[in-house]
């Protein structure tokens, strides 16, 4: 088959690199596969190394802009028209509308989107959302199918009138990257934040892997710092990611006075095989849809606390494999944190069933084999 994936950015965030599991192991298989997509970040850099070719629009981005929107649909129809997909495969909430409208315009006869978390449920003003809602609703009815990867998501997307069997529940699954050692994760890192090995080795580091974006809620997880280490002075935080809060994040950990206990790394390629660098994973986000990060940190036995946000649930259970709080409430997060601290042995346990469950739920292959039925139109 030829298949053509569409994502709004070209950045390696969950969505991107789910994108670039599908399309090499598509290709693998031996379909014909090509991806546009925003921008020319890694994701693009990636799936050319992989042999994939690229289309990059230049204009398309997550923001509205209906001058760029208008200029984004119509490279898009022309990629489209120019390829004659036997599949149109759609990821993230823009992309998801302008080709969708594309392919139907111009006869795609097997038009899916993938949902990674529907963006209503992100933090914004209630008319905001409601044309969220609405526009989401004619994406789903302009396409033929609609993948959801979470329950949240699919408890949400049943509630959207008219859509209701065009919706397919697929777990994400990821094959997990290989981990660099303890020791070689805590050498990186402390000399990633200029610290002294044997001073980090000291230290309880809660980490994480993000965007640096509102929807994650980091400047939570940095109030939650802040009365952290007036317990646990021993305790820091580093934060792999880059994005457009860093400024306003940085600010914050100097209001706080936490420069020498809260770290932002920035972009680390292959964050995920740094893990074991980490005494806690944490995901504060206010939006998710199903984060990789946090299956990769089971796959590393790590203990998690993250919140109760979309997909997070489908993949932690309470008090059993990690601790879940509510979003935006630094102070349940610092408890939560803080416990997992105070509670070394019952940390460990919680690591090694998460592990269990991402080994026996997760799995790229049941993902592989779900796809390739959908597109096959089973």
């Given at each position: 088959m030829k298949i053509l994936y569409i994502i709004t950015k070209s950045n390696w965030g969950g969505a991107g690199r789910h994108v670039y599991d599908l399309?090499?192991?598509?290709?693998?298989?031996?379909?014909?596969?090509?991806?546009?997509?925003?921008?020319?970040?890694?994701?693009?850099?990636?799936?050319?190394?992989?042999?994939?070719?690229?289309?990059?629009?230049?204009?398309?981005?997550?923001d509205i802009s209906v001058g760029?929107?208008?200029?984004?649909?119509?490279?898009?129809?022309?990629?489209?028209?120019?390829?004659?997909?036997?599949?149109?495969?759609?990821?993230?909430?823009?992309?998801?509308?302008?080709?969708?409208?594309?392919?139907?315009?111009?006869?795609?006869?097997?038009?899916?989107?993938?949902?990674?978390?529907?963006?209503w449920n992100e933090d914004r003003p209630w008319y905001e959302r409601l044309g969220i809602i609405f526009v989401s609703w004619l994406t789903?009815?302009?396409?033929?199918?609609?993948?959801?990867?979470?329950?949240?998501?699919?408890?949400?997307?049943?509630?959207?009138?008219?859509?209701?069997?065009?919706?397919?529940?697929?777990?994400?699954?990821?094959?997990?990257?290989?981990?660099?050692?303890?020791?070689?994760?805590?050498?990186?890192?402390?000399k990633a934040i200029n610290m002294d090995v044997a001073d980090f080795n000291k230290k309880t580091i809660i980490g994480t892997i993000a965007e640096l974006h509102r929807n994650k809620g980091l400047t939570f997880?940095?109030?939650?710092?802040?009365?952290?280490?007036?317990?646990?002075?021993?305790?820091?935080c580093i934060i792999m990611g880059e994005g457009e809060e860093r400024t306003r994040l940085q600010t914050l950990i100097r209001e706080k006075g936490l420069e020498q206990q809260v770290f932002l790394l920035g972009y680390v390629e292959d964050?995920?095989?740094?893990?074991?660098?980490?005494s806690i994973f944490v995901l504060p986000s206010i939006k998710e849809g199903l984060p990789y990060t946090i299956i990769e940190a089971g796959a590393a036995s790590l203990p998690v606390v993250a919140t109760t946000v979309g997909g997070i649930p489908d993949i932690i259970h309470d008090m059993?494999?990690?601790?879940?709080?509510?979003?935006?409430?630094?102070?349940?997060?610092?408890?939560a944190l803080m416990f997992t601290i105070e509670h070394p042995k019952e940390s460990r346990g919680y690591g090694a069933h998460l592990k269990e469950t991402i080994t026996s739920v997760f799995s790229l292959q049941k993902m592989l084999e779900s796809l390739s039925r959908i597109y096959s139109g089973n």
């Open positions: 399309a090499t192991n598509m290709k693998e298989q031996g379909h014909e596969v090509k991806v546009a997509l925003g921008g020319s970040g890694t994701l693009k850099t990636r799936l050319e190394s992989a042999g994939i070719f690229t289309y990059s629009i230049a204009d398309m981005g997550r760029k929107d208008a200029g984004s649909l119509r490279q898009i129809f022309s990629v489209i028209k120019s390829q004659k997909p036997d599949i149109l495969h759609l990821h993230s909430p823009k992309a998801a509308g302008l080709g969708s409208l594309a392919g139907r315009l111009l006869g795609v006869k097997n038009i899916i989107m993938t949902v990674h978390g529907w963006t789903g009815i302009l396409c033929h199918r609609i993948i959801v990867i979470s329950k949240h998501d699919h408890d949400q997307a049943m509630r959207l009138p008219g859509l209701e069997r065009k919706i397919i529940f697929v777990p994400l699954g990821i094959r997990p990257s290989p981990l660099v050692s303890v020791d070689g994760a805590k050498q990186f890192m402390a997880l940095i109030e939650a710092m802040a009365m952290i280490v007036t317990k646990f002075p021993s305790a820091s964050a995920a095989q740094y893990l074991k660098a980490f059993e494999s990690g601790i879940l709080v509510q979003p935006k409430d630094s102070r349940d997060l610092a408890h």
